[in-house]
């Protein structure tokens, strides 16, 4: 759901470029069905041709272009609308027709123990050792030490917030499920909003045991949904493009809700008395990983296109184009080039510990990397979504 803002062009933003932070929460310890495939040791000739499963604008005609004329791959773009299509898309391991895909943290484990993407060799992108540490192996797309994919761009799921409403910041996400705010709350329309519901009963019922928020045992899925259960009185509109929420938060229809930055932005740049915070408890967050298909018919294109798009210059374009946080530390000075003070706009400056509290998105399964096999998978949070917004 996230990414169906991307189809009409909404912009996406986040939060910085320079920690060194995130947080390696859970494990997976069953081996995936390509994990025995070895990746190559070097980059061969390209195909000439490179066929990508992308969100809209992640194949932007800006860097395409200048990739196409060094390395002499053409880059053909199918853009999805939810990580749910990249799935159907990435089926058969690409179906030897696709060649790459974008995939969110919701989608990277499905594709991963699908068997439709197999082990990258990050020795063949030179940028990657100027990753994040937590970007370079995140158990989103690293499994055992063996990477099915490159890391891109990320963002946090922040606390947005009316500054008239709420004089003193919120301190806690309780806000959102606090009765006094009924009819003034939204939230994103999306299953893997119970991951959010879940880090918040981590610490205000500490009793659950609930350790990782994507990892849960039954009765922490049943406490998560019963908690948006009881909050869904409280909802005004479940969104799911993030100009819903900022024409909510416009109209004065809400005055609370969980949001991206990019909605920050644009509302403060049409003056509204908005402000966001990430709250005690810590927040979610996605990430983006470039992963290969497992038929891919152009690999040797898709390695030349991976190590292309992880180059700072190009980092920081992207991370302008979309307001995304850039996995390469480097970016930043590129982006304060391109636009002054952008660096500090997305919070280039704040504390490894506004990193460290962001529980990444990853896909809910039965495995809940512990060595036991009883945590809720997520063709059941999908099942209990739909009745909670019932």
């Known amino acids: 759901m996230r990414r169906v803002a991307l189809a009409i062009a909404v912009v996406l933003t986040a939060a910085a470029c320079g920690s060194s932070g995130g947080?390696?929460?859970g494990g997976q310890t069953n081996q995936p069905p390509t994990a025995n495939m070895k990746p190559p040791d070097s980059i061969g000739t390209?195909?000439?041709?490179?066929?990508?499963?992308?969100?809209?604008?992640y194949v932007d005609k800006s860097w395409v272009d200048a990739f196409t004329a060094q390395s002499g791959c053409k880059?053909?773009?199918?853009?999805?609308?939810?990580?749910?299509e990249m799935v159907t898309l990435m089926k058969d391991g690409g179906g030897g027709q696709y060649d790459m895909v974008s995939a969110s943290g919701d989608a990277s484990l499905r594709l991963i123990y699908g068997g439709d993407v197999k082990p990258m060799n990050p020795q063949l992108i030179p940028d990657f050792k100027n990753f994040q540490p937590f970007?370079?192996?995140?158990?989103h797309n690293t499994i055992n030490g063996i990477h099915y994919g490159i890391s891109l761009q990320w963002g946090p799921n922040t606390l947005l917030y009316s500054t008239k409403k709420f004089v003193n910041k919120p301190t806690s996400w309780q806000v959102i499920y606090d009765p006094a705010n009924k009819g003034l709350v939204t939230v994103p329309d999306n299953p893997i909003q119970i991951a959010d519901a879940a880090l918040y009963l981590s610490k205000s019922k500490p009793d659950l045991k609930i350790t990782d928020p994507y990892e849960l045992k039954q009765n922490q899925f049943d406490a998560a949904v019963q908690l948006l259960k009881d909050q869904r009185p409280l909802i005004k509109k479940y969104w799911a493009l993030a100009s819903d929420e900022i024409s909510l938060f416009q109209n004065g229809d809400v005055t609370v809700g969980a949001a991206w930055?990019?909605?920050?932005?644009?509302?403060?740049?049409a003056k509204a008395p908005v402000a966001d915070t990430i709250p005690t408890e810590g927040a979610t967050g996605w990430a983006d990983t470039w992963m290969l298909a497992t038929k891919a018919p152009h690999p040797n294109c898709a390695y030349m296109w991976t190590s292309y798009v992880s180059t700072p210059k190009v980092q920081a374009e992207q991370a302008l184009f979309f307001g995304e946080t850039p996995v390469n530390t480097q970016a930043c000075a590129q982006m304060e080039t391109l636009s002054p003070g952008s660096c500090a706009q997305y919070h280039a400056d704040a504390p490894a510990s506004y990193f460290e509290s962001i529980k990444f998105w990853k896909t809910p399964r039965a495995d809940c990397g512990d060595g036991s096999t009883n945590c809720v998978p997520y063709d059941q949070?999908?099942?209990a979504w739909t009745t909670v917004k019932g």
């Open 261 to 269: 930055p990019y909605q920050t932005i644009q509302l403060k740049l």
């Open 75 to 84: 880059v053909n773009a199918k853009y999805a609308g939810s990580s749910d």
């Open 23 to 25: 947080n390696n929460t």
């Open 135 to 139: 970007f370079q192996t995140p158990p």
């Open 381 to 383: 949070w999908v099942a």
């Open 46 to 57: 390209g195909e000439g041709q490179l066929n990508l499963i992308a969100w809209e604008g």
